[in-house]
């Protein structure tokens, strides 16, 4: 199967396979630039996180854009490893903070994140099953760690961002009630769209805005 087909759009030949899913990716980058220039106003570790998952969140945007768009031969490997990168992030942030140490949050990440590739690079299959380990795993941490310290509007308005993508994502994909190949209206683009509101919202709330009473 190529790469994008089960994402609905309709598969068109030439440099952007899927025009609708391709565009609607760029949201990550966009995201991406602005979870870094918001991190570097702060100093020391809120900086280096913010820059961090804005590398993590570009990986997922090229990744993406070249998964629905020219599906090179590395295409599969960038879209998973980008959102493995992502994933992770947020469940070592998370497990690194409840143990105290937020300072070793982005060396655990870039070591996680290096591990995941390889595990990818062996197995390249493997990248919807890493995916799904590494979102339970921050799922928990993100819960654990609201227990302690109650979020605020801008993270709750992440969440719903989320859940709904999950939602248009799911009823879009291809067989899915939603899907038209020709709709210029997808339900995977919504969930690029929704979800790159929703990593910059978990930045804002998570890294910059709670930076000051951090561990």
Do not use: K
């Not at 391709?22 to 995201?31: P, R």
């Not at 990744?63 to 493995?84: E, K, N, T």
């Not at 994933?87 to 070591?111: E, I, K, M, N």
């Not at 299959?125 to 509007?153: F, I, M, N, S, Y």
Request: proline letters at 5%; glycine letters at 14%; aromatic letters at 6%.
């Amino acid at each position: 199967m190529a790469v994008g087909a089960g994402d609905c759009e309709r598969m068109r030949e030439g440099l952007v396979a899927q025009p609708v899913n391709t565009a609607s990716a760029l949201a990550y980058l966009l995201a991406a630039a602005w979870i870094a220039r918001q991190g570097a106003g702060h100093q020391a570790a809120p900086r280096r996180e913010a820059l961090a998952f804005g590398l993590a969140v570009a990986a997922a945007g090229v990744g993406s854009v070249d998964f629905h768009g020219p599906g090179s031969p590395a295409a599969r490997f960038m879209h998973d490893a980008g959102l493995c990168a992502v994933v992770s992030f947020v469940a070592v942030h998370d497990l690194a903070r409840l143990a105290g140490a937020r300072r070793l949050a982005v060396p655990a990440w870039a070591a996680t994140a290096g591990a995941g590739g390889l595990l990818l690079g062996l197995l390249p299959r493997a990248g919807g099953a890493l995916a799904g380990a590494l979102g339970l795993l921050a799922a928990a941490g993100e819960v654990a760690v609201a227990r302690r310290r109650p979020r605020g509007a801008v993270y709750r308005a992440g969440v719903a961002a989320l859940a709904v993508g999950a939602a248009c994502w799911w009823l879009g994909r291809t067989g899915g009630p939603l899907c038209d190949p020709d709709s210029p209206l997808q339900g995977h683009a919504a969930w690029h769209l929704l979800t790159a509101s929703a990593l910059a919202a978990w930045a804002q709330a998570t890294l910059l805005r709670e930076a000051a009473s951090a561990t």
